[in-house]
């Protein structure tokens, strides 16, 4: 069965440093791999990677897919205290089903 | 504002009591999603619907849980005779059919506590 798992589970750092979170997803059929920030509610969407778009960017916030290692990272530059949520990583398969598989979140704590 | 809804935000019950919540989805969104969020957990797939055909249902969804989306467009979620075991935040997602690929918009979703 398809499988997410993120690392760490938490974290915590102090505004301005830098971080990485992991992602590692084993799926039949890969078709993509997404990212989204979690606060006090829904997620929201920050990247999707796919196997012709495996690096993305915005601002502070970049993300890398490694197909061969089955992974992705999503890195965090000059960490504010606004970034502090849940940071979940989801796959989407091409089973035949368009259900995100999720992992279970890497919770980031921005300290001032 | 265009994004997903989601109605009530939160709902308190009691054991046994049923209960039902609405999603309204991106106004051009045919695919509508519920997902499932205990603490601590990433969110669970239950059932997804294309236009208003259920085509898939998890193995979650226990014959107390029923979805509709009677016209395409909004959805319900109820569940019968409720358990402390669903209490959790039902999360609401649509997304526009596309080419290969598609992206998922959450609502804010509805935290329900069973007593």
């Known amino acids: 069965e398809d499988k997410v798992v993120q690392s760490p589970l938490s974290l915590v750092v102090h505004e301005g440093d830098t971080v990485t979170l992991n992602c590692s997803y084993e799926v039949t059929n890969f078709r993509s791999l997404l990212w989204y920030k979690q606060e006090k509610k829904a997620p929201t969407f920050l990247f999707m990677l796919?196997?012709?778009?495996i690096e993305k960017k915005s601002g502070r916030l970049s993300s890398i897919l490694d197909k061969k290692e089955l992974s992705s990272i999503l890195n965090i530059t000059a960490t504010q205290t606004g970034d502090s949520a849940i940071y979940l990583c989801?796959?989407?398969?091409?089973?035949?089903?368009?259900?995100?598989?999720f992992g279970t979140g890497t919770r980031l704590k921005v300290l001032a | 504002d265009t994004g997903v809804s989601q109605d009530p935000r939160h709902k308190i019950t009691k054991r046994g009591q049923n209960v039902t919540f609405r999603c309204d989805p991106i106004s051009e969104h045919n695919r509508l999603y519920w997902y499932r969020q205990t603490l601590g957990q990433g969110p669970e797939f239950l059932t997804y619907f294309q236009n208003e055909a259920q085509l898939e249902k998890s193995r979650l969804l226990s014959d107390r849980f029923s979805a509709e989306r009677p016209k395409g467009s909004f959805s319900t979620l109820e569940i019968q005779r409720t358990e402390q075991g669903d209490s959790a935040m039902y999360l609401c997602?649509?997304?526009?059919?596309?080419?290969?690929?598609?992206?998922?918009?959450f609502g804010p979703g509805t935290r329900l506590t069973v007593l």
């Open positions: 989801a796959e989407d398969s091409t089973s035949g089903t368009y259900k995100y598989i």
């Open positions: 796919t196997s012709s778009g």
């Open positions: 997602a649509s997304s526009s059919q596309g080419k290969g690929t598609d992206t998922q918009y």
